[in-house]
C-alpha cells in the first residue's frame, strides 16, 4: 500500500479524472481552527509536495481539501491555473489521498479558503512555484528576471525570447521550500481566478457520468451491511448466525464486541441477511423525554468555558431601565445527506486501502489503522466523494465498518448504510439552549448582555486516536471523548468566538483587547457542554447557527421593547465596518421599511405578513453575511412562507462569484428547511426520525420563495470562508419576521406550523 | 438466480440475477452505471430514478422481474459528455447542482413530466418533483435550468 509519490506520479494518469477533493494541508502553523493538524510523510513546507510540472508542461497539484460539492476542486484549479499562469485545462488537481497529498487535516469549518487562498500552503505553493520557473528562465536565457513574463506556461523574454514551463522543469523536482515572500497574483491581475469558471465536474455530474464513492468497484469486491443495536446503548446479547444459514451469497457474519455486520457476494443479498439475522439485545438504558430535554440538558454536570466576562453585569443590570430576559432552544437536527453513507475498504495481510467520502483522510487513516491494529504506514486512504455531507455524517463510521468487515474477510468489501442506520446513528448537530439577558439606559442603548449557552454533545470527529466518536468505533469497544466537568477558568489571551458565542453587539474584550464587533462594554459569555445521548457532530454551521439565531432574535426582541427599527437599532451598536455594510446593503436590497416591529394593527386571521433581519461575523472574523427575510402567516393552520430572501455576503476578494453564489442560495435555502421543519425526535428507547417520512426537509416542489443575492467583492482583505454564512442568519430573520407580522416571538426551532399555532393561539 | 435480459440505454444484457433484486442494484453493481443511486430504499427521495415506457420509475423497489422487455433508460442513457440532451445541458448552462448526488431524480422527473405535457406550468412541474430532494438545496436553480428547458423545447 506504501505508494511513493514518484510512482504515483508516472501512473496518474488514468486515476487523476476519477478523484475529486478532500482535506487541506495547512503548513505552518499546525492548526487549521480548531482542528489539529499532524505532520506526515509529506512535507508540506516543501514545493514539491503541492506542485509538479510534467514535461508537456501539465501541472499537477496536490490539495489536502476536498470538494463535497461546494466547489472547491474548481476554484483550487483556479488558484493553481492563477497563481501559475497556466490555462486552467493544465491543471489537474488531486485531492485528499494519504498517499500522495499534504496533511491538511479536516476539510471543514469554511476554513478551505482561508487556509489554502491567502499566504500559506497551497496559494504560496503556486506562487513559489511560478518565481522559482522565472528565476530558472533568467538563467536559460540570459535575461533579468524582473524583464521576463509568464503566461500559458511559457516565459518570455523583453527581446522575444521564449522558454516553456515543460522544458525547464519537465519531471524534475524544484527543490525548494515553499517561500512566504513569494509574490501572489494581485486580484486586479487575476484572469482565471475572480471569474465565474463553469464547476469542472458539470458535465459529468448532469450526464451521469460522475464518479462518487458509491461507484467505487474493486475487483473481488463484496457487499457488507450494518446491523445496528436495536435502540440507544442496547448491547449484544447473542448473534444466531443460523438465522441467515439459508442467505444465498452469504459469505460472513460478523461480530466484533456489540459491532455486527453481514458480509455476502451482492449488495442484495447482504441487505436480505442485515435483516434477516436474528440478535438479541441487551436493553439500552433508555432516553430522557424529549419535550423536557431542554430542562434536563440544564441540569447536568457540564463542562464550563468563560470566554469573557467584564464582571460588572449585575451592577448593570440593576441599574438598568429596562431588563430583557429570554431563553432559546434549538433541537438536534441532522446531516441527512441525500445519499446514505459508502466506503469501500481493501484490507489485505500487508495493509489496507480505503475509498471514503471524509473530510478527514489522514485522521480517518490513523483511526483505521488504530481499529485494524495496522501500523499507520500500511493505511492509504482515498478520498472520493459522496452525497453532499455538510460537516460529520455517516461517511467517517461507514468507512470504519468497511474496514472491519473487509478485514473480517480478506476482500475487498463496499458498505452502504440503510436510509434508517444513516438517520438514527449519525452524529447529529449539537442540542442547545441559549439564555439571554439584557439591559438598556433611558437613551435606548444597551448597557450589559449576558448570555449562558448550554451544548449538548457526544463524541464528535474521530480524529486521529478517537474512534469512539462515532458509532462504530463505541460499537467495537472505544468510548466517545469523554466531557469532563467542570468550572470555567477566567478568560486569558486573545477571544475565543469560533462559534459565535458573543452576540456581535460585545465589545468582545479580554484583558484590554476587544475583538467583538459591538459596543456593549459589560458583558458576559459562559458556556456549558453536556452530555446528550445521541452521537453529535459539526453540522454546517455548527453552534454559530444556534447562537446566532438566539443572539439575533434577542437583539430583535430588545429593539421591540424600544420601539426601534430593527436595522437602526443594529447599526446604533455595532462598530466592524464590514458587518454594517452588509447589514445596510441587505437592509438596501430588500428595500427595508424603517420601523419598529411588530407592524402596528395587526390582523388576527387570514394571511399576515412581515420582515426580519439578522447578521453575522462567522466565527467573529471568517466571513460577514446579513439576511432580510419576508414572510407570509397563515392565521389559522401557523403555516410560515417565506416569500422573499435578501442575502449581502462579504468573504474578501471573491475566487468565483457564480460558485459563491450557488453556495449561498443553497445555505439560504438549507437555513429555511432547517428553520421551519428539520427535527430530531426519538422516544423512550430510539430515534424516531429516520426517514423522509419522519424526517421533514422541503422537496423540490416546495413553494420557494425569492432569494436575492448581493456579494461584496472587497479585495485588499484576507478571503474568508463562505459556504456557512448565509445559513447562519437564516433562522433567526425568519424568526423575527414572524414575530414582526405576528407579535409572536418564537424561541424554539423548527417554527413548524403546529408550534406557530399554538403559540398564536396563547397569544389570544 | 434466473436469466433475465435487460435492455439499458440502447444495449441488451443477458443476466443471471436473484429476480427478487431491485432494478436498481442491477444497474448500480452489475451493469456499473453511475447514474441511478442507492438514497433511501424506500421510494422517498428519487435518487435512483430512470425512466421505463416513458414513465418514472423508483429503481430502488422495482423487482428487476418486473422491467419486462422495454427499455430502462438512465440519468447517462439521456446523452453523453460530449453531446448531453437538452435537458441536461439547461442543467450545464445553469450550473443546477451541487453534489450532485440527487440529478437523477431531478432531471429525469422533469424531462417526463415535460414530454407529457409540454406546456406543463410551474405548478404543475412543482407538484412533479414533489417527491424529489436535493439537500443541498439547489432547487432554485435546478428550477430554472427546467424552465429553460421547457422554453427551448416549445421553440
Known amino acids: 500500500m506504501n505508494v511513493s509519490r514518484r510512482d504515483f506520479l508516472k501512473s496518474s494518469g488514468a486515476l487523476i479524472v476519477t478523484f475529486n477533493a478532500t482535506s487541506l494541508a495547512n503548513g505552518f502553523p499546525n492548526a487549521q481552527g480548531q482542528f489539529d493538524t499532524h505532520p506526515s510523510h509529506i512535507d508540506p513546507t516543501q514545493l514539491d509536495s503541492w506542485i509538479s510540472v510534467a514535461a508537456d508542461g501539465t501541472v499537477t497539484a496536490y490539495t489536502g481539501k476536498c470538494d463535497f460539492g461546494q466547489g472547491m476542486f474548481t476554484v483550487q484549479t483556479q488558484l493553481v491555473a492563477e497563481e501559475l499562469c497556466v490555462p486552467i485545462g493544465s491543471v489537474r488537481l488531486i485531492q485528499c489521498d494519504t498517499a500522495v497529498a499534504p496533511d491538511q487535516g479536516t476539510t471543514s469549518g469554511s476554513q478551505s479558503t482561508p487556509t489554502n487562498f491567502n499566504s500559506r500552503n497551497l496559494a504560496q505553493a503556486a506562487a513559489t512555484a511560478r518565481e522559482a520557473l522565472l528565476n530558472m528562465a533568467s538563467v536559460k536565457l540570459g535575461e533579468p528576471v524582473d524583464e521576463l513574463t509568464a503566461s500559458d506556461g511559457v516565459i518570455t523574454g523583453k527581446r522575444g525570447s521564449h522558454i516553456t514551463y515543460g522544458a525547464l522543469i519537465g519531471n524534475e523536482r524544484f527543490h525548494a521550500p515553499l517561500n512566504s515572500q513569494a509574490k501572489r497574483r494581485s486580484p486586479s491581475q487575476w484572469t482565471v481566478l475572480g471569474k465565474s469558471i463553469p464547476s469542472l465536474d458539470r458535465v459529468a455530474l448532469m450526464t451521469g457520468q460522475f464518479e462518487f464513492v458509491h461507484n467505487v468497484h474493486v475487483p473481488g469486491m463484496l457487499h457488507g451491511r450494518v446491523v445496528r443495536p436495536s435502540e440507544v446503548g442496547a448491547t449484544v446479547a447473542n448473534v444466531d448466525e443460523s438465522s441467515v444459514r439459508q442467505v444465498p451469497g452469504l459469505v460472513k457474519v460478523v461480530v466484533r464486541n456489540n459491532f455486527v455486520g453481514v458480509v455476502a457476494e451482492k449488495q442484495w443479498q447482504a441487505i436480505q441477511a442485515a435483516r434477516r439475522l436474528k440478535v438479541n439485545w441487551h436493553s439500552g438504558p433508555g432516553l430522557p423525554p424529549q419535550k423536557t430535554f431542554h430542562d434536563s440538558v440544564r441540569q447536568q454536570p457540564s463542562h464550563d468555558a468563560l470566554l469573557l466576562d467584564s464582571k460588572d453585569v449585575e451592577q448593570q443590570l440593576a441599574n438598568a431601565s429596562t431588563v430583557l430576559r429570554a431563553t432559546y432552544v434549538y433541537p438536534h437536527q441532522m446531516h441527512g445527506s441525500v445519499g446514505t453513507s459508502c466506503a469501500v475498504a481493501d484490507v489485505t495481510a500487508d495493509g489496507a486501502t480505503v475509498w471514503s467520502a471524509t473530510q478527514s483522510v489522514y485522521p480517518t487513516r490513523s483511526t483505521v489503522a488504530k481499529l485494524l491494529g495496522l501500523s499507520l504506514d500500511s493505511v492509504r486512504v482515498i478520498y472520493v466523494r459522496g452525497s453532499g455531507c455538510y460537516g460529520l455524517n455517516g461517511a467517517d463510521t461507514a468507512s470504519f465498518d468497511a474496514a472491519l468487515m473487509s478485514h473480517a474477510v480478506s476482500r475487498p468489501v463496499r458498505v452502504q448504510l440503510s436510509r434508517q442506520d444513516e438517520m438514527a446513528w449519525e452524529n447529529f448537530g449539537s442540542f442547545c439552549v441559549i439564555e439571554q439577558r439584557a439591559g438598556t439606559d433611558p437613551n435606548g442603548a444597551i448597557t450589559a448582555w449576558e448570555c449562558k449557552q448550554w451544548e449538548a454533545s457526544r463524541g464528535g470527529r474521530p480524529g486521529y486516536s478517537q474512534p469512539g466518536n462515532v458509532i462504530t468505533g463505541v460499537l467495537v469497544g472505544y468510548a466517545p471523548e469523554p466531557i469532563k466537568p467542570g468550572a470555567a477558568a477566567e478568560p486569558t489571551g486573545t477571544l475565543r468566538n469560533q462559534n459565535n458565542a458573543l452576540p456581535s453587539y460585545m465589545a468582545g474584550c479580554v484583558g484590554d483587547r476587544c475583538a467583538g464587533a459591538g459596543y456593549v462594554r459589560s458583558e458576559r459569555v459562559i458556556t456549558h457542554t453536556v452530555q446528550t445521548p445521541f452521537f453529535t457532530g459539526p453540522l454546517r454551521s455548527p453552534l454559530r447557527l444556534q447562537n446566532t439565531f438566539a443572539h439575533e432574535c434577542f437583539m430583535d426582541e430588545i429593539a421591540a421593547r424600544l420601539k426601534a427599527d430593527p436595522v437602526a437599532f443594529r447599526l446604533q451598536h455595532l462598530r466592524n465596518e464590514r458587518l454594517i455594510d452588509v447589514v445596510k446593503a441587505a437592509a438596501e436590497a430588500a428595500r427595508w421599511e424603517t420601523r419598529p416591529s411588530p407592524r402596528e394593527k395587526l390582523p388576527r386571521t387570514g394571511s399576515v405578513t412581515g420582515r426580519g433581519i439578522a447578521c453575522v461575523a462567522y466565527e467573529g472574523d471568517n466571513g460577514y453575511g446579513a439576511l432580510v427575510a419576508e414572510v407570509s402567516v397563515d392565521m389559522a393552520s401557523g403555516r410560515v412562507q417565506p416569500t422573499r430572501l435578501t442575502v449581502a455576503v462579504d468573504c474578501g476578494p471573491i475566487s468565483n462569484p457564480d460558485g459563491l453564489r450557488n453556495q449561498t442560495e443553497g445555505g439560504v435555502l438549507q437555513g429555511t428547511s432547517r428553520a421551519l421543519m428539520e427535527e430530531v425526535t426519538w422516544n423512550e428507547k430510539r430515534v424516531t426520525s429516520i426517514d423522509w417520512e419522519t424526517y421533514n426537509s422541503f422537496y423540490l416542489g416546495f413553494d420557494l420563495p425569492a432569494v436575492d443575492v448581493v456579494l461584496i467583492d472587497k479585495i485588499g482583505v484576507p478571503a474568508t470562508g463562505a459556504g456557512e454564512t448565509a445559513i447562519t442568519v437564516v433562522a433567526a430573520a425568519i424568526g423575527n419576521a414572524i414575530f414582526d407580522a405576528t407579535g409572536v416571538r418564537l424561541r424554539e426551532v423548527p417554527f413548524s406550523a403546529d408550534r406557530v399555532k399554538a403559540a398564536l393561539q396563547s397569544l389570544s | ?155
Open chain 2, 1 to 155: 438466480m434466473s436469466k433475465v435480459s435487460l435492455k439499458v440505454n440502447g444495449s441488451l444484457h443477458i443476466l443471471d440475477v436473484d429476480l427478487t433484486t431491485p432494478l436498481l442494484f442491477i444497474l448500480s453493481d452489475e451493469l456499473q452505471l453511475r447514474g441511478p443511486k442507492f438514497g433511501c430504499g424506500m421510494a422517498q427521495c428519487g435518487a435512483c430514478t430512470v425512466i421505463l415506457r416513458g414513465q418514472i420509475v423508483r429503481s430502488c423497489v422495482m423487482p428487476v422481474s418486473a422491467v419486462g422487455t422495454d427499455e430502462v433508460t438512465t440519468l447517462e442513457g439521456l446523452g453523453s459528455p460530449e453531446k448531453p440532451h437538452a435537458i441536461q445541458q439547461a442543467f450545464i448552462d445553469e450550473g443546477a447542482a451541487q453534489c450532485g448526488f440527487c440529478l437523477s431524480g431531478v432531471i429525469l422527473t422533469a424531462k417526463v413530466v415535460l414530454d407529457e405535457k409540454p406546456d406543463a406550468s410551474d405548478q404543475q412541474i412543482r407538484e412533479a418533483l414533489g417527491g424529489v430532494l436535493c439537500r443541498c438545496f439547489a432547487h432554485l436553480r435546478m428550477l430554472r435550468a427546467i424552465r429553460k428547458y421547457a422554453e427551448r423545447r416549445k421553440a
